[in-house]
């Protein structure tokens, strides 16, 4: 079993930045990879950014040059740094941890509004 938990989002300006962080505890040995998601009312909830244990990164094209995903291993911690937001990443954002069995473990998700 794998927990996820999340924290940060709220409220924050067109161009501005906000910082996710989501910490994983349980079986983190069996995390293949670590992701972030964002879903609004009405659409699928679709993939931002992603990590693996190896390192790699992969991220939608809506975020690329914008957002970064990084881990720190000794916190058990992923975090997704946002900058130049924009309305359009106003969203509830998820993580969620993959093990190498395929399961995925989400966290509670986070509001995220990019508004003036």
């Known amino acids: 079993q794998v927990q996820v938990v999340q924290s940060g989002g709220g409220l924050v300006q067109p161009g501005g930045s906000l910082r996710l962080s989501c910490e994983a505890s349980?079986?983190?040995?069996?995390?293949?990879?670590m992701g972030w998601y964002r879903q609004t009312p009405g659409k699928p909830r679709e993939l931002v950014a992603r990590?693996?244990?190896?390192?790699?990164?992969n991220y939608a094209d809506s975020v690329k040059g914008r957002f970064t995903i990084s881990r720190d291993n000794v916190k058990n911690t992923v975090y997704l740094q946002m900058n130049s937001l924009k309305p359009e990443d106003t969203a509830v954002y998820y993580c969620?941890?993959?093990?190498?069995?395929?399961?995925?473990?989400w966290g509670q998700g986070t509001q995220v509004t990019v508004s003036s």
């Open positions: 349980g079986s983190i040995n069996s995390i293949y990879s």
């Open positions: 969620a941890g993959t093990t190498r069995l395929g399961a995925d473990y």
């Open positions: 990590i693996t244990s190896s390192g790699s990164t």
